[in-house]
Structure formats: C-alpha cells, structure tokens
C-alpha cells in the first residue's frame, strides 16, 4: 500500500469504530423489558444553572429486573432530576418518596416491542448512512491523491479496500440489530 493511502484508511477505521461505538450506546439505552441503569444514560438534570448528567448528581441503581432507583447526593434535586426524567420522554413514570426516586419498569407490550424494532432500525439506518458518507469521503480523498500522483491501479485497489471494510462494519451494524431485535421480541 501507498504511504499516501494510509492516513486515508486510518481515519476510515477510526470512524468506523466510533460508528458502531455510538450505535451501541444507542442501543443500551432501548430497554428490552430489563432495568439497567444505562437507559437513563440520557437524562440531563439542571444543576446549580448547568446541564449535567444524570449520574453526576446520584447514584442510579437497579435493585432487581423491574426496578431502577436514583439516590441523589443533594435532597434539593430530587424534584429536578423527576422532571427531567418525565422529560426524557422514556416513558416511565418515576416516584419521588423524598429520599429517592424509584422508576418501576412495565413489561413491554407487543405493540411496543414493534415500536422499539422500529427505533433501532431507524438507528441501523443512521449508522450506515455514516458509513456510506465515510465511504464517500475516503473515495474523494483517493481521487484527491490520484490527481496528485497515485497510480490509477493503487487507486482502483484503494477504492475496492474502502468497500471492503464498509461492507464488514455494515455487516456489524446487521449482526447488532439483529441480535437486539431479538432481545427485544424475547419475552
């Protein structure tokens, strides 16, 4: 390979790995009927007049399968951190006993189950729309390197390289929804 070409893939990879790294954070947080203390790993709670993390300002906990409990360090957030959560649009509905807040998890309906496959779909789809614009700029950045003095051969190889590992990370972007899809439709 062309000392020119490296930094090309070099980039495609790293790219790639952070596709498919944010894919998965995506999908921790679609719940599959289990509580796990990542699906509120999107919950920003006003703090002193900034946006922080959920977990910067409690402990989140999930005491068994259907239960998820929020032990804030400060008693004056409990209200902020409820809102927040009813906010999120996660649809769970927390309780606020003064101390803590407690989440119960429901047992996902048929219905929502569909309705979950269909949200991390729409989050394959987004992945790979990454991956093909990474494909796209690898692509111009060959074309780029070829006016500037690469063998058209090198290019040409280059550019069946890059398709290569599209292909095998849209191949992980598959084998992750697949088997979240079925986690999900498990009951």
């Known amino acids: 390979m062309d000392e020119s070409l490296k930094p090309v893939f070099t980039e495609l990879?790293?790219?790639m790995k952070k596709a498919i790294d944010h894919l998965n954070s995506e999908l921790a947080k679609v719940r599959a009927g289990k509580a796990h203390p990542s699906m509120l790993d999107g919950i920003m709670v006003e703090?002193?007049?900034?946006?922080?993390?959920?977990?910067?300002?409690?402990s989140v906990n999930t005491p068994d399968a259907r239960t998820i409990v929020i032990q804030p360090w400060e008693k004056n957030i409990l209200r902020e951190i409820e809102r927040s959560i009813i906010n999120g649009n996660l649809g769970f509905n927390p309780q606020n006993d003064g101390d803590i807040i407690i989440i119960n998890i429901p047992p996902l309906t048929e219905e929502?189950?569909?309705?979950?496959?269909?949200?991390?779909?729409?989050?394959a789809e987004n992945?790979?729309?990454?991956?093909?614009?990474?494909r796209r700029d690898s692509n111009t950045e060959i074309k780029r390197l070829q006016k500037d003095g690469l063998s058209e051969d090198m290019a040409k190889d280059a550019e069946a390289d890059v398709q290569k590992i599209i292909d095998?990370?849209?191949?992980?972007?598959?084998?992750?929804?697949?088997?979240?899809?079925?986690?999900?439709?498990?009951?």
């Open 112 to 123: 929502r189950r569909k309705s979950l496959v269909k949200t991390i779909k729409g989050e």
């Open 127 to 134: 992945a790979k729309i990454v991956l093909r614009n990474m």
């Open 47 to 58: 703090y002193y007049g900034s946006m922080v993390p959920l977990n910067q300002v409690g």
């Open 13 to 15: 990879n790293d790219g």
């Open 168 to 187: 095998d990370y849209s191949k992980k972007v598959d084998d992750l929804i697949a088997a979240k899809e079925k986690e999900i439709m498990t009951v």
